[in-house]
């Protein structure tokens, strides 16, 4: 799509599948299944509309106990009154930027509902709440590319061009926040339903297959001689290695369901990214959270190169009344910029920490944690990465300003970080670093 700043709705895919409202609801599970994408379908009543039927709400409230028996062959009217929808109604000719600024205000249980566009000949078509945030990011680096052109053609350095940086860096970041907050929150909520049913049922799994496992044992203690068919067919399935072996299944099964729920919640405790409000929370359960969300990049997968460890270095810490998520979105700024060094570096420094000596030459991040005697709690995020130049130390915090490559980097990420750390909380946050010794990330935050 070849998007612009002022681009429409109307220049976005857009579904138009409709169903008369009197139609069985089997019809809705067909309509989805030949249309893997399809975000929603439209009622009509005699070409007359209706409502809307998103594919989350039918299979979410289809997935409960009697609602397949209760609703596939009742008229769809029967699920439409049952499900409640909120619809969100917008014009073809809104703009895409403030379209996704309406859905971002929906309600958590509804952000994630598909938006209906009604046309100006009076036609209804749907578009996907993931296809909007795509096309909003498309015009968001559309904007970004296009304003850093124009800063390195007029290399204006004047107070006033550092406002407009300053002010559109608060911009980019309530934005981002605000979609980021919903979207991982949004995800985590989708995994955790279907995980609930399993979790719920596979302790009542484990029960009856120990029970049947039980009764087996029984008939082969008062019936130790079988017929030869339950002799050969108890041969050919390994009776005695299955039994043995199906308690180990069912409790691996168990074992992966409790860590999907522990990603759950660190997901829920990393998306608090948008509370408008200070809570009091855990410091070291933040960093946990950001460690887990950055797990994939810490495995290496390129040949010859090593996996990236974690050293935590945790003392207690009191509880700290801050903003939980722009905290979390602190330590991911500078943890990735971390792994990132560590990528690019094939002989790695002594780090500068109680643990150094667990790491003999590989890349390594060291979190260190602690509280001063003037009440300040203090994280230091340490690598053995190549370090950073006096003359890059300088500017590490001016919006804007990257060393990366044209598209990997936009330059907000540290200026973001000081601005929550000093402005919203309080705080510091410094850099010690030098070439070939590593670079530590210092955030103190009053208590």
Not at 70 to 88: A, D, G, H, V, W
Not at 111 to 128: A, C, F, G, H, M
Not at 259 to 273: A, P
Not at 430 to 440: D, I, L, M, N, W
Request: one cysteine or more; hydrophobic letters at 40%.
């Amino acid at each position: 799509m070849n998007l612009q700043l002022q681009s429409t709705l109307q220049e976005l895919p857009l579904w138009e599948v409709q169903i008369e409202i009197e139609r069985p609801g089997n019809e809705l599970t067909m309509l989805f299944e030949q249309e893997p994408l399809l975000p929603g379908i439209i009622l009509m009543r005699n070409q007359d509309f209706v409502g809307m039927i998103s594919r989350r709400k039918f299979f979410e409230h289809m997935s409960s106990p009697y609602s397949l028996a209760l609703y596939s062959m009742r008229p769809i009217e029967n699920l439409y009154k049952s499900l409640q929808s909120k619809i969100s109604l917008l014009a073809e000719d809104m703009l895409i930027v403030e379209a996704t600024q309406v859905a971002l205000q929906r309600s958590p249980q509804f952000v994630y509902e598909p938006i209906l566009v009604e046309t100006k000949s009076r036609k209804y078509k749907l578009i996907d709440f993931h296809e909007l945030l795509l096309a909003y990011s498309q015009i968001y680096a559309l904007t970004l590319t296009q304003l850093q052109n124009v800063e390195e053609q007029s290399r204006i350095a004047s107070a006033g061009f550092r406002d407009l940086q300053q002010n559109y860096a608060r911009l980019v970041q309530n934005e981002k926040m605000a979609a980021l907050g919903q979207l991982v929150a949004g995800i985590a909520h989708e995994i955790n339903n279907p995980v609930n049913f399993i979790a719920g049922n596979i302790g009542h799994a484990i029960n009856y297959s120990q029970n049947l496992i039980d009764l087996n044992g029984l008939y082969q203690k008062h019936y130790p001689h079988p017929v030869s068919e339950i002799k050969t067919f108890t041969d050919q399935i390994e009776l005695e290695f299955l039994t043995a072996d199906f308690a180990n299944l069912l409790a691996s099964m168990k074992l992966g369901c409790d860590r999907i729920q522990q990603i759950i919640l660190s997901l829920r405790n990393f998306s608090r990214l948008d509370e408008s409000e200070k809570k009091t929370v855990d410091i070291h359960e933040g960093i946990d959270s950001t460690l887990l969300i950055l797990q994939s990049r810490l495995k290496t997968h390129q040949k010859g190169k090593k996996s990236i460890t974690i050293l935590k270095e945790y003392q207690p810490l009191p509880l700290v009344e801050c903003y939980a998520g722009l905290l979390n979105q602190v330590f991911m700024n500078i943890m990735a910029n971390a792994i990132d060094a560590l990528g690019e570096c094939s002989e790695f420094s002594v780090l500068n920490c109680e643990s150094a000596s667990l790491i003999q030459n590989s890349p390594a991040i060291c979190i260190h944690t602690e509280i001063t005697d003037d009440n300040l709690v203090v994280i230091r995020i340490i690598d053995n990465g190549p370090g950073i130049p006096e003359s890059v130390q300088k500017h590490l915090f001016d919006p804007f300003f990257t060393t990366k490559p044209v598209g990997k980097g936009t330059g907000l990420g540290l200026s973001i970080s000081y601005q929550i750390v000093v402005e919203k909380h309080g705080g510091q946050l410094y850099c010690v670093s030098a070439p070939g010794k590593g670079t530590e990330f210092i955030v103190k935050i009053p208590v």
